[in-house]
């Protein structure tokens, strides 16, 4: 089964930074890859799709990158309502494994 | 707007069956599929697998001896059965819209202890 290898597993930025997460993948997954966003208590919820698509609604502030093993996540201009854990997910064939997270905090 | 709402019991035993059914409104579950996710408290999400309307089912090999998933289209409805569970199958259940996992469910906790 392919891995999906997220990094950093927490990082602290102040309002206003831009904050970088990646995933990567054990094996090629062409753009078969979605980034989610779960704060305490909730479920998650889906930002971006086919590694680069925002979901409607979501903040033009999220952008995603990357094709076959290696993706980004960036949220720009971070604001203190973006604290949350984000997961990445490949959704190419099953198992529709997930990436295991990335706290994002502020300073 | 669709909507997807978990429910079951709250605990089961160890060595027993833990079993969900996710009821969707808003939408016909004939034309996804539907997938089960569950989340340990302080864990990551760990798919558990999907489900489609047909029957065609898929599972996480991790789980596949234990589990299975079914769905109901006369009650607009997917279940979850998952064998001999352990305090390890302690966890947020959840279930979602797949592929894209757009639509979720709120979570339905559920503990395993005697």
């Known amino acids: 089964d392919i891995q999906m290898t997220q990094s950093p597993s927490s990082l602290s930025a102040s309002v206003g930074d831009t904050v970088t997460i990646t995933c990567r993948a054990s094996q090629g997954i062409s753009n078969y890859l979605a980034w989610f966003q779960q704060k305490p208590g909730k479920a998650p919820r889906l930002l971006i799709y086919a590694a680069s698509t925002l979901q409607s609604g979501v903040p033009s502030r999220f952008s995603g990158s990357g094709s076959g093993t290696d993706f980004t996540l960036t949220i720009s201009n971070l604001q203190p309502e973006d604290v949350a854990t984000y997961s990445c997910?490949?959704?190419?064939?099953?198992?529709?494994?997930f990436g295991r997270g990335t706290k994002v905090e502020i300073k | 707007q669709v909507q997807l709402q978990e429910s079951g019991p709250g605990l089961v035993k160890p060595s027993e069956t833990l079993s969900l059914t996710c009821t969707v409104s808003g939408d016909s579950i004939s034309s996804y599929f539907w997938s089960w996710i569950r989340q340990p408290a302080g864990k990551g999400l760990e798919w558990i697998g999907r489900v489609l309307a047909g029957g065609t089912t898929n599972y996480n090999p991790s789980l596949k001896s234990r589990v299975s998933m079914s769905v109901d289209t006369s009650k607009n409805q997917i279940s979850l059965s998952l064998r001999s569970v352990t305090s390890a199958d302690t966890a947020v259940y959840y279930c979602?819209?797949?592929?894209?996992?757009?639509?979720w469910g709120q979570g339905t906790l559920v503990a395993v202890s005697s």
């Open positions: 979602a819209r797949a592929p894209l996992a757009d639509i």
């Open positions: 997910q490949k959704y190419n064939s099953a198992p529709h494994t």
